[in-house]
C-alpha cells in the first residue's frame, strides 16, 4: 500500500503539491553536507509555489529539515527576497541608491508609484506589479537601472519605465538590456533561485560596452596588472605575502594568521547543544 505524502504533514499542501516539493527538496538537501543548510533554497522553492513565503510553505521547510517553524521563519524575515504576502507576477526594483538616484532613480521610483498607484513592496490590484525601491543593482555603469525579477532594463528613464511597467500589465513580451532574451515571472524566478536553471543563463548579452570600457583601454595603450610581489620565507620557512610599506603575513599559527591553527583550549573541540559527535562533526 502506497503512503500518502500528505499525511504526515500538517501543511494545507494537497498530496501532488507535497510530493512533487519533497523531491524537489530532497535534491536541494542533498547538496549540502548538513541538510539544513538547504533552507535558504528551500525557502525560494516553496515561494516559486506560492508567489511568497507562506505558512504552508515555512511548515514544509520545518517538517523537511526537522527544525521549528520558528526557526525557518527567523530566516524568511530577514532577507527582503522572501515575501510574506502575496507577490506580484513581476517584481519591478528601482534602484534608489546614490548613483542611480542622481542620475534619475527617485524621480523614476516616485513616476512609478505614481502611475501604479502603489508604495515599497506593494502589488497593484491585478496583481501583475509589486514595486520595490532596490539599494543597489550592481549596475552602476549603466545608471539609472530597472529591474525585472532580476533582469536588467540599463539607462530607464521616468517615460522607459512607465512604458515597460504598462507592457507588463498588458502581458506583452519584454526584452532586457542584457542577460536573458526574456523576462519569466516571479514564480519562475524563485525556482531558479533554489538552484534549478531554466537553461536561459547564456541568453543574450552579459557585459555591455560601459562595463569593458577599461578594458578595452588597457588593452590599447598596452597596460598589464603589476606581478605579484616574490615570496619571502618567514621565520618558520613558510612563505609570506609582502603588504604595504613592506609588511608581511603573520606566521602560521600565530596572532592575526588566517590560516588553520591547533586547537588550543578545550571550547574549541568540546561538543555542545548545537555541534555534533563523530562523523557528523566534520
Request: glycine share 10%; net charge negative.
Amino acid at each position: 500500500m502506497t503512503a500518502d505524502p500528505q499525511a504526515a504533514t500538517k501543511t494545507g499542501y494537497d498530496a501532488e503539491t507535497v510530493a512533487a516539493l519533497t523531491a524537489d527538496a530532497t535534491a536541494i538537501m542533498a547538496r549540502y553536507p548538513d541538510p539544513r543548510s538547504g533552507l535558504l533554497p528551500m525557502l525560494h522553492l516553496v515561494q516559486s509555489v506560492d508567489g511568497y513565503v507562506s505558512r504552508d510553505g515555512i511548515l514544509f521547510c520545518a517538517e523537511t529539515l526537522g527544525i521549528t517553524a520558528a526557526e525557518v521563519s527567523a530566516v524568511a524575515t530577514f532577507y527582503t527576497q522572501y515575501k510574506r504576502h502575496p507577490n506580484g507576477k513581476y517584481t519591478v526594483g528601482v534602484c534608489t541608491n546614490t548613483l542611480c538616484a542622481v542620475m534619475g532613480g527617485d524621480a523614476i521610483f516616485d513616476e512609478l508609484s505614481d502611475h501604479l498607484g502603489v508604495g515599497h513592496d506593494e502589488t497593484t490590484d491585478d496583481g501583475a506589479i509589486t514595486l520595490e525601491r532596490i539599494e543597489c543593482n550592481a549596475a552602476c555603469d549603466y545608471a539609472p537601472v530597472v529591474m525585472v525579477n532580476w533582469e536588467f532594463f540599463d539607462n530607464q528613464t521616468p517615460e522607459t519605465a512607465t512604458a515597460l511597467a504598462d507592457q507588463l500589465r498588458l502581458g506583452d513580451d519584454v526584452v532586457p538590456t542584457r542577460g536573458a532574451a526574456s523576462v519569466c515571472s516571479f514564480k519562475q524566478m524563485s525556482r531558479i533561485l533554489a538552484g534549478f536553471p531554466d537553461g536561459r543563463a547564456d541568453e543574450g548579452v552579459g557585459a555591455g560596452e560601459p562595463t569593458l570600457a577599461g578594458l578595452a583601454i588597457a588593452r590599447e595603450r598596452g597596460w598589464t596588472a603589476p606581478d605579484a610581489p616574490a615570496a619571502d620565507g618567514g621565520a618558520d620557512g613558510a612563505a609570506a605575502d609582502a603588504g604595504p610599506a613592506g609588511q608581511t603575513s603573520p606566521p602560521v599559527g600565530t596572532p592575526g594568521s588566517s590560516a588553520e591553527r591547533k586547537p588550543a583550549t578545550s571550547s574549541d573541540t568540546e561538543v555542545g547543544k548545537d555541534k555534533k559527535t563523530g562523523e557528523d562533526a566534520k
